[in-house]
């Protein structure tokens, strides 16, 4: 069996990142596969410095001319990405090649050729019950959970104490916040619910990774809340699970979410987590954090606070995040479930 991943984005952020991890877990379990993507991009990059076999296009219509003129040669396509799923779909009408899709996000697909595009997967894939949930009310199918894997890299303590001393944090609680800016992630509830942090705690420094589409206007509001102390923006870096160590809580603020991989690398490093209920998060934070409404910045506030003040409650919601993690986002547990779900579309059986 020879398994074909497919992600055809530009950038790195998390959909990327399990890519690249399923490569990994195939890898270890001695399935062949191969990825298709961008050439140039950081997934491309990655990809090969891992010594992964790598086909790199130049755009979609590479990546269609590969799976029609390529594409039998693989046992199962994986798409990682919706677009690549689109083109995937379309391209094995003519190849009839086994497809399988994994849908990140839990906006609500809408419309017939989405309908159509749906039906060509041989199977779905959520990484969360409320991703399933969304895809079953839209008509759009069954979908099996299979969740985000959580890599076994171990944080950098040079490049934390870096930061440290780069930003004088020293005496200072730290908030760390890992989302792009945009409209999804709310950043906007983010720094009002820091307003409310700082009000109480004025020793609390919220450090936010990540760059995106709104980042004018929220330098514009973070400049008119006078954050500018207490509120440092980043920007994107692609080391970010480096700088975990740093934090004394971990918080999101999304009003949609498919599941919140950055949570995972929080429970990971036994940082505690506030976070409102979006999506995959009500599910994945319920009992391992504290939940809030979306779009509430003092309710998120009011949970940063208590996580940072009731030290307790926070090393006992770590522990069991932690336990949860190791016990259920492990990349061989994952892997062996994609497996399994390979060998049933493809009718064969893997090594």
Not at 135 to 151: D, F, H, Q, R, Y
Not at 231 to 252: H, I, K, N, W
Request: glycine share 8%; charged share 25%; aromatic share 8%.
């Amino acid at each position: 069996m020879h398994i074909l991943q497919i992600n055809t984005e530009k950038g790195w952020r998390g959909g990327e990142r399990q890519t690249l991890l399923c490569m990994e877990g195939l890898r270890d379990a001695g399935v062949p596969a191969t990825l298709l993507c961008l050439r140039d991009r950081p997934l491309w990059q990655r990809a090969r410095e891992a010594g992964f076999p790598v086909v790199g296009v130049a755009g979609h219509a590479g990546l269609s001319a590969h799976l029609l003129f390529r594409g039998r040669r693989y046992s199962v396509w994986h798409a990682q990405s919706s677009r690549a799923f689109g083109f995937a779909a379309i391209a094995s009408l003519t190849t009839h090649t086994p497809l399988v899709y994994t849908r990140r996000v839990d906006f609500v697909p809408r419309g017939k050729l989405t309908q159509c595009k749906y039906r060509r997967a041989a199977a779905l894939v959520a990484i969360s019950s409320a991703i399933r949930d969304t895809l079953k009310t839209a008509g759009m199918g069954e979908a099996t959970v299979i969740s985000s894997i959580v890599p076994d890299r171990a944080p950098d303590p040079a490049k934390s104490a870096s930061l440290r001393r780069e930003l004088h944090l020293d005496g200072r609680r730290v908030v760390g916040v890992v989302a792009m800016l945009s409209s999804e992630k709310d950043p906007f509830t983010m720094l009002r619910a820091a307003t409310h942090v700082i009000e109480r705690l004025p020793d609390t420094v919220f450090l936010h990774f990540g760059g995106g589409p709104l980042q004018k206007k929220v330098a514009d509001e973070h400049a008119r809340l006078n954050l500018r102390n207490s509120y440092r923006l980043l920007g994107y870096r692609s080391d970010v699970e480096a700088y975990f160590p740093l934090f004394d809580c971990f918080a999101m603020s999304s009003t949609k979410e498919g599941l919140g991989s950055s949570v995972l690398d929080a429970y990971k490093n036994g940082v505690p987590v506030a976070s409102t209920d979006a999506g995959g998060l009500a599910e994945l934070v319920d009992g391992r954090g504290l939940l809030s409404a979306k779009g509430d910045p003092a309710a998120l506030g009011g949970s940063i606070v208590r996580l940072l003040t009731d030290r307790p409650l926070a090393a006992a919601l770590s522990e069991t995040a932690r336990a949860y993690v190791l016990a259920y986002h492990d990349r061989k547990v994952l892997t062996d479930r994609y497996i399994e779900l390979y060998n049933k579309v493809s009718g064969r059986t893997a090594p």
